[in-house]
């Protein structure tokens, strides 16, 4: 029987489902509520207490970070446990959210034991304890007791947001001197990030849907569904980072032993912000295909 009570925030579907499905799976002590975005969160805060939330950065109306400071000016949420869970990961908002008053911070995409470790270590006996009374065990919970909040403000080692390479230097062949897949070195660049690893591709086909890159086989690469968070230059300096889930693998060749592999990514941001951002890579990739 559930005892504690988790909010869920993020304007993704598809990533509230997986944050809900992995604490139903390793904390069913934890009952799960969502919102698609701060407002909402903030409306159900109101209404009832929540002994964790987990929310996410880039949200429409409300971001998380503007929910953690109204958060913290309530009473009854002082010091209750806030996970912040965004694709936005470079040092200073790291800073920015720890000055805020946040527990954790966890990078999309994220996988099951990262998550749970996160969980583990904000909650802490409260968590233990409950998970104790309803006769569970969770696995490691003194590894994760271990971890210091002072890794929050430690430089984190992130992926480049995208690869400095030229296009036909990604899809360079080794055997050949020509680029065995993309001919035009004027091909848009994208760096896929995936839970353990990141793809450097080169933009093959987008809409607001979905992203197809070509990616050399050499790489580590993800299986079907895994998360992932798309690096693309949008212009003028400015990166978007699309939220998404890995929908197709296929050979370029049908070759079996093939150098190159497209991958499809579907998109499950519904940020009108990133949408726009979205927009305009688009109308300036078209343009460079002319």
Not at 52 to 61: F, S, T
Not at 108 to 113: D, I, L, M, V
Request: aromatic share 6%.
């Amino acid at each position: 029987m559930a005892t504690l009570k988790a909010l869920v925030v993020d304007d993704a579907s598809f990533v509230r489902d997986l944050v809900k499905r992995t604490i139903r799976q390793r904390f069913p002590v934890i009952e799960t509520t969502d919102a698609q975005n701060g407002r909402r969160a903030q409306s159900l805060m109101s209404r009832a207490e929540f002994d964790l939330i987990l929310c996410d950065w880039e949200m429409p109306e409300m971001s998380g970070l503007e929910l953690l400071q109204w958060m913290r000016q309530q009473p009854q949420y002082e010091k209750t446990p806030f996970i912040m869970i965004t694709s936005r990961g470079d040092k200073d908002h790291v800073i920015e959210a720890v000055k805020e008053g946040v527990s954790e911070y966890l990078g999309k995409p994220f996988s099951p034991e990262g998550l749970s470790k996160k969980i583990i270590k904000v909650m802490g006996q409260t968590l233990t304890a409950a998970m104790g009374q309803s006769g569970k065990s969770m696995a490691g919970p003194a590894d994760a007791f271990k971890e210091s909040a002072v890794l929050l403000t430690q430089k984190r080692e992130t992926q480049s947001p995208l690869p400095t390479a030229s296009a036909s230097s990604v899809l360079l062949s080794p055997e050949s001197p020509k680029p065995a897949v993309a001919k035009s070195s004027s091909m848009s660049l994208a760096s896929i990030r995936f839970a353990e690893s990141s793809l450097k591709s080169a933009v093959k086909d987008i809409n607001l849907t979905e992203v197809r890159v070509i990616a050399r086989r050499d790489q580590d690469f993800p299986g079907i569904l895994d998360q992932a968070v798309v690096d693309i230059e949008t212009g003028e300096g400015q990166m978007a980072r699309l939220n998404g889930y890995v929908h197709q693998l296929q050979a370029v060749d049908k070759r079996r032993d093939t150098d190159f592999v497209s991958i499809t990514v579907r998109f499950v941001d519904e940020d009108p912000k990133k949408l726009e951002d979205l927009s305009r890579f688009i109308a300036r990739f078209r343009a460079g295909k002319r």
